[in-house]
Antibody, heavy 120, light 108 residues
Framework: QVQLVQSGAEVKEPGASVKVSCKTSGYSFTSYGITWVRQAPGQGLEWMGW????????NYAQKLQGRVTLTTDTSTNTAYMELRSLRSDDTAVYYC?????????????WGQGTLVTVSS | DIQMTQSPSSLSASVGDRVTITCQAS??????LNWYQQKPGKAPKLLIYDASYLETGVPSRFSGSGSGTDFTFTISSLQPEDIATYYC??????????FGGGTKVEIK
């Protein structure tokens, strides 16, 4: 069955970087994209960006452009999200999700979420 | 950027009631609209894609309709397990891809 398993919770100081992994199984990794979505405590969903596991094409939310990098490792069927220059308002649960198309569109399977806390 | 206005932000209904949530886009998005359910502490779950298509395995009491700028999500007979927050999401003009603000559904 399709599974996306994310790395564990992180606590980071302001200005640091965090890299969250999303290990997939149960499907052909390179036939889909991976989208990243975050959710601040008590808030709604915010799309961060998307990467094609087929050709590494990316599409980022302008708000995060320059601070976020999405990558994939096809040898381990794993996607990664790195966020730099962390601020307190980056505290959120970060989700990866499988994207059905060759561009950001429909997210049919989700990881369990990774809590990133930014605090001094 | 496309703005998605979802309403109401919360609602309370009785078991068996018909529940309707609306989502309005700031510009024409054709049928590029999905609906998700999120239970507390859990990841979102896809219910409806492309405005009206029911995701495999999702109960038929959930439905979606609309195109252009106005969309509707309906639970035909509210069940206790439907307590959750529901989000619409568009994907017409990227970036960014936008979610609605969410509707929290509670049992009266």
């Amino acid at each position: 069955q399709v599974q996306l398993v994310q790395s564990g919770a992180e606590v980071k100081e302001p200005g640091a970087s965090v890299k969250v992994s999303c290990k997939t199984s149960g499907y052909s990794f390179t036939s889909y994209g991976i989208t990243w979505v975050r959710q601040a405590p008590g808030q709604g969903l915010e799309w961060m960006g998307w990467i094609s596991a087929y050709n590494d094409n990316t599409n980022y939310a302008q708000k995060l452009q320059g601070r976020v990098t999405l990558t994939t490792d096809t040898s381990t069927n794993t996607a990664y999200m790195e966020l730099r220059s962390l601020r307190s308002d980056d505290t959120a649960v970060y989700y990866c999700a499988r994207d059905l198309s060759f561009s950001p569109s429909i997210f049919d399977y989700w990881g369990q979420g990774t809590l990133v806390t930014v605090s001094s | 950027d496309i703005q998605m206005t979802q309403s109401p932000s919360s609602l309370s209904a009785s078991v068996g009631d018909r529940v309707t949530i609306t989502c309005q886009a700031s510009q024409d998005i054709s049928n590029y609209l999905n609906w998700y359910q999120q239970k507390p502490g859990k990841a979102p779950k896809l219910l409806i894609y492309d405005a009206s298509y029911l995701e495999t395995g999702v109960p038929s009491r959930f439905s979606g309709s609309g195109s252009g700028t106005d969309f509707t999500f309906t639970i035909s007979s509210l069940q206790p397990e439907d307590i959750a927050t529901y989000y619409c999401q568009e994907y017409d003009n990227l970036p960014p891809l936008t979610f609605g603000g969410g509707t929290k559904v509670e049992i009266k």
